[in-house]
Every structure is written in C-alpha cells, then in structure tokens.
C-alpha cells in the first residue's frame, strides 16, 4: 500500500529563517501525484502544489520551493525567509488508484511555528 | 460563497447519541469523500463515492455509515457516537478524471463526551 511519511511532527524556527519540511513517500505505482496541503490555526486545508511523476522539475512559488527527487522517493518543501503567517500544519499527500478509484493518503503532517 | 460546505461546523454530543455531518458542493464533482483528522494521524478516509448508487468504504469506516442523496450532497452519520470520534471531519470532491485533486471543505469539529 501507499505510504507517506512526514518524519518531522513539530519545527520552529525564527521568523526570516529558511526551513525544510521532509515528505517521503512509497508507491507501487509508476503514475502518481503528490501533493502539499497548509492548515493554518483556522483549521480549513489549503491546496499548495500537486506534482506529476514524470515531473522532476522543481517547482518555485515566491518563497515557497519544492524539491520532488524520484530516486529517494521524496518531496520536500521549503519556505524562504519564513514569515509568521507561514505556522500552520502542513501535510504531503499521495495518490493512490484502488478498483478505480482516486484516493489520497495523507501524511502525519509537520506543525511548523515561526516565531517573531 | 464557498463552493463545498459542511455542517455543522462544530457539535458537541453525548456518547450514544445519533449524529448526522453533511456536506453540499456545487463544483458539480461526482466524487466525494469523507476524512477524519486526529493530532499525529493526519487524514484518513472514511468512506467514498463515485456517483449517487456507488458507495465505498475507507480505511476506517466502522462505526461510521454515509448517504449520497443526490449528486451534491453526501452525509456522514455516527449511530451511536463514541469519545474516539471526537476529531476534525473533513469533506472533499473531485472530479473524474485523473487529476486526483481534492478540494476540501472547512471541516466539522466533532467532540463526543
């Protein structure tokens, strides 16, 4: 089955910082999607980036970069000279086909806190 | 106005009680989902559906049960609540093609005591 793995519960680090957040993934299947969500303190989730797996560009949005590396299965994140609007709960997904169906698994999810 | 809905937003209800979520959506998605979010877990699938007569279970749909009563709506129902189903409870559509894009709806706060 699918797998994603967000090894990293909890980060804070001083506003004007860069940070990683880590997302590794297992899949047996040759086409796929991943995904990052944010959840900020108001709870709802925040669709940031969805990657192809024939895609292995790296991906820039402002301050946000994502680092999709096929050979080590993983698809990283970081934010650039990090704000405080930037804490909230970030979560790395996968696509999964089952009978048909389109479904995602999600990660544990990284709650990141940038303080002032 | 906010094109997938949920309520209610919050609840608050007594173990054994009968309660009812339900989401609305006019993106016009034939797939629906139901997640629940627990600290450390992040989401995990309930129940899916493709159309109105195609229902499916998630990885943990026991203790749950759903309806898709028309093309836009899909409730989610606990029988008789329990204190671990107190969670965040999201909805999600997507369309049917091979994008896998969700878009998910506020999320239900849920608290059984």
Redesign the interface.
């Given at each position: 089955a699918q797998k994603v793995t967000q090894a990293q519960t909890e980060i804070s680090v001083v506003e004007k910082e860069d940070v990683t957040l880590d997302c590794v993934y297992e899949t047996r299947d040759t086409t796929y999607y991943l995904f990052w969500y944010k959840q900020p303190p108001s709870g709802e989730l925040v669709f940031l980036i969805r990657r192809n797996s024939f895609d292995e560009q790296n991906e820039i949005s402002g301050r946000y970069s994502w680092n999709f590396q096929k050979s080590t299965s993983s698809f990283n994140f970081t934010i650039t000279a990090s704000q405080v609007v930037d804490s909230a709960v970030y979560f790395c997904a996968l696509s999964e086909r089952i009978q048909g169906a389109q479904k995602l698994v999600f990660g544990q999810g990284t709650r990141l806190t940038i303080n002032p | 106005d906010a094109d997938v809905t949920q309520t209610p937003r919050n609840r608050i209800t007594k173990t054994g009680k009968r309660i009812m979520l339900e989401c609305s959506q006019t993106k016009g998605h034939d797939?629906m989902?139901w997640y629940r979010q627990d600290p450390?877990?992040?989401?995990?699938?309930i129940y899916?559906s493709?159309d109105v007569k195609d229902i499916?279970k998630?990885e943990i749909s026991d203790g749950y049960s759903v309806s898709r009563q028309a093309q836009a709506k899909f409730s989610l129902s606990l029988e008789s609540a329990i204190p671990n189903q107190t969670a965040?409870y999201?909805c999600a559509t997507?369309v049917s093609d091979?994008?896998?894009?969700?878009?998910?709806g506020?999320?239900t706060?849920l608290t059984v005591t």
């Amino acid at each position: 089955a699918q797998k994603v793995t967000q090894a990293q519960t909890e980060i804070s680090v001083v506003e004007k910082e860069d940070v990683t957040l880590d997302c590794v993934y297992e899949t047996r299947d040759t086409t796929y999607y991943l995904f990052w969500y944010k959840q900020p303190p108001s709870g709802e989730l925040v669709f940031l980036i969805r990657r192809n797996s024939f895609d292995e560009q790296n991906e820039i949005s402002g301050r946000y970069s994502w680092n999709f590396q096929k050979s080590t299965s993983s698809f990283n994140f970081t934010i650039t000279a990090s704000q405080v609007v930037d804490s909230a709960v970030y979560f790395c997904a996968l696509s999964e086909r089952i009978q048909g169906a389109q479904k995602l698994v999600f990660g544990q999810g990284t709650r990141l806190t940038i303080n002032p | 106005d906010a094109d997938v809905t949920q309520t209610p937003r919050n609840r608050i209800t007594k173990t054994g009680k009968r309660i009812m979520l339900e989401c609305s959506q006019t993106k016009g998605h034939d797939r629906m989902y139901w997640y629940r979010q627990d600290p450390g877990l992040g989401l995990r699938l309930i129940y899916y559906s493709f159309d109105v007569k195609d229902i499916n279970k998630g990885e943990i749909s026991d203790g749950y049960s759903v309806s898709r009563q028309a093309q836009a709506k899909f409730s989610l129902s606990l029988e008789s609540a329990i204190p671990n189903q107190t969670a965040l409870y999201f909805c999600a559509t997507s369309v049917s093609d091979n994008s896998y894009e969700q878009y998910f709806g506020p999320g239900t706060r849920l608290t059984v005591t």
